[in-house]
């Protein structure tokens, strides 16, 4: 998980899992770039190349292979190739110009689906959100970009939720829920797994007026340990 930079507008000061805004240049990258996974619909395809890209850029972790071996990208190519990084989340280079020069083929195949949420009407700012679970490359370093965010760690689903419940972390709703359904499973395999075995319900959280009082509710079908929240609390 990645720390966000207490100085962006949403989610301040967060813990969050690296990801961003889907831009022109990840639609743009060519199918040869691509190796492809027939688990995901075609209209995910420029989410799943945007969270390889915000990845990339935001922790280090590079989701690709090395076209001409075919292998995933070594932990020295990938620490190599930091300097692109910047780059990247500034615009100057588009994510197909990266590959191409690089020769890289992104690895779509290596993500599993696991949640899509769209934020409630009620909210000043609301996101369009898909989520993903990859392997991390063995060896490569994970290595926060500084800018929008400020620390990283890698931290087990349930001991993330300890530290919010302590009041040592501040985790907004949507990332607690889905902490809390990875915590279901005890390994990386079983979660990638489980994922691969179930459908992907959107949840797009409503309010309710209830007698213990406002809160906030996200479907049943969805799978998620909970199905309401305290309004007061979820929309810390």
């Not at 070594?74 to 590959?99: E, I, K, M, N, Y």
């Not at 530290?163 to 985790?171: C, L, S, Y």
């Amino acid at each position: 998980m990645v720390k966000r930079h207490h100085q962006i507008d949403f989610a301040s000061g967060a813990l969050v899992f690296p990801g961003g805004k889907v831009t022109k240049g990840d639609s743009a990258v060519p199918a040869s770039r691509i190796r492809s996974n027939p688990q995901l619909p075609q209209e995910l395809n420029s989410f799943a190349l945007g969270a390889i890209r915000e990845c990339f850029e935001e922790c280090g972790i590079l989701l690709a292979y090395d076209a001409i071996s075919g292998e995933m990208v070594s932990a020295d190519r990938a620490t190599d190739l930091t300097p692109f990084r910047p780059l990247l989340d500034t615009g100057q280079l588009s994510l197909a110009q990266f590959v191409e020069e690089q020769d890289l083929i992104l690895a779509v195949d290596q993500l599993v689906h696991f949640a899509h949420w769209i934020g409630p009407k009620m909210a000043p700012k609301r996101f369009d959100t898909h989520f993903f679970l990859a392997r991390a490359p063995e060896r490569q370093l994970a290595v926060h970009d500084g800018r929008e965010a400020v620390d990283s760690f890698w931290i087990e689903p349930a001991k993330a939720m300890e530290e919010q419940k302590k009041g040592r972390a501040t985790i907004i709703f949507p990332t607690r829920c889905n902490l809390d359904k990875l915590a279901q499973s005890a390994t990386t395999e079983e979660a990638m797994a489980r994922a691969a075995a179930s459908d992907v319900v959107t949840v797009e959280p409503w309010v309710e007026e209830r007698e213990e009082g406002t809160v906030l509710c996200i479907p049943p079908e969805a799978d998620y340990p909970i199905t309401a929240e305290a309004i007061a609390t979820a929309m810390r």
